[in-house]
């Protein structure tokens, strides 16, 4: 059981549309980051939301953790083919050890 | 150019044949760890480490070994390989660890290694 769980696993879109990405856990977190993949690269990161509530936009992208820091969303708006790619979420566990676990990630593919 | 560089890309190897894919920052970042992709199973991390000659086991360590005798290098060594460490494996480094404040981890491009 993975401790990030990533919904949806897949998305196919038409340019254009909206769409969220969820990212949940049992675990609180003192903070979650989403990375952007592309094939044949490493994760990218995209944002890291520290405090519970917290929303960031970055441009489209607008990034949310949840008030009890166990959960959070990312919703792109308008989105276009140079969106496609795999988004992961990843955090350490409050109180855990200081080891990094990432969600399975959304792969998003945005149709022109 | 900030960088994280592991060696080699690709790789193809026959099982029981000692490996080491090494992984290097120039970011004089303190923590660094690896990672393997596996379809449907996200990022796991294998080994992590604080500092030098500070190592620990992640989600996956089994069959893996790890050093840190320089702050800047982190090699990922298999001992024995089997075709179930058939993977993509990925290299990252951070200024500090996940726990901590300057947590953004900066991935290598990634080793693709097959074990036959």
Known sequence: TQLLEQSPQFLSIQEGENLTVYCNSSSVFSSLQWYRQEPGEGPVLLVTVVTGGEVKKLKRLTFQFGDARKDSSLHITAAQPGDTGLYLCAGAAEGGNNDMRFGAGTRLTVKP | ?116
């Open chain 2, 1 to 116: 150019e900030a960088q994280v560089t592991q060696n080699p890309r690709y790789l193809i190897t026959v099982t029981g044949k000692k490996l080491t894919v090494t992984c290097s920052q120039n970011m004089n970042h303190e923590y660094m760890s690896w990672y393997r992709q596996d379809p449907g199973l996200g990022l796991r991390q294998i080994y992590y480490s604080m500092n030098v000659e500070v190592t620990d086991k992640g989600d996956v360590p089994e069959g893996y070994k790890v050093s840190r005798k320089e702050k800047r290098n982190f090699p990922l060594i298999l001992e024995s390989p089997s075709p179930n460490q058939t993977s993509l494996y990925f290299c990252a480094s951070s200024l500090s660890p996940p726990q901590g404040v300057y947590t953004e981890a900066f991935f290598g491009q990634g080793t693709r290694l097959t074990v036959v």
